[in-house]
């Protein structure tokens, strides 16, 4: 699910109880990801799903703060990250890319969680607005799809998050 041209994705269907997750953001770029959560909660809603919201500083700190609340009592079937990097004119683009990407595999790896992941990686605010928008493609609505269908998995298998 990357095509440009792509229309909003309509919500799969989630066997059982009404899923509960986290929409962990990191709004550095706010337009971008608050187009991005737009979309992620069209989807939730859609779908049945209820969702909290958690800001965080910034992309790098997304696999960190999942991390963190998979520690905590408070449980929830998936999660989606949302967040954007634009490369500069540093190194810098591609450590945070890597580490964030990483981190959120690393993360739902290794506890077995639902995730979605919406961080655009990408050369220009332009293209990230292109990717982020009400009437069309969105990859927050992507990802919030991907969490959804990543829960399907989950309650199929008996996998415990």
């Not at 919500?11 to 550095?28: H, I, N, Q, S, W």
């Not at 990097?85 to 077995?112: F, K, N, P, W």
Request: aromatic share 6%; glycine share 10%.
């Amino acid at each position: 699910m990357s095509t440009a041209d792509a229309p909003l994705p309509a919500a799969p269907e989630v066997p059982g109880p009404p899923p509960r997750l986290l929409l962990v953001r990191a709004p550095y770029y706010r337009d971008v990801v608050d187009g991005m959560s737009w979309g992620a909660a069209r989807i939730l809603t859609e779908a049945g799903a209820t969702h909290e919201t958690l800001s965080v500083a910034g992309s790098y700190e997304l696999p960190q703060a999942i991390r963190i609340v998979l520690r905590g009592p408070e449980k929830f079937d998936g999660f989606i990250a949302l967040g954007c990097i634009v490369r500069g004119g540093t190194d810098h683009y591609e450590y945070i890319c890597r580490e964030t990407i990483s981190g959120l595999m690393q993360v739902a790896l290794q506890y077995g969680i639902a995730l979605g992941s919406g961080v655009l990686t990408v050369h220009s605010i332009e293209q990230a607005t292109a990717r982020s928008r009400r009437d069309g493609y969105n990859k927050g609505a992507e990802a919030a799809v991907a969490a959804l269908l990543q829960i399907n998995v989950v309650r199929r298998f008996g996998a415990a998050s």
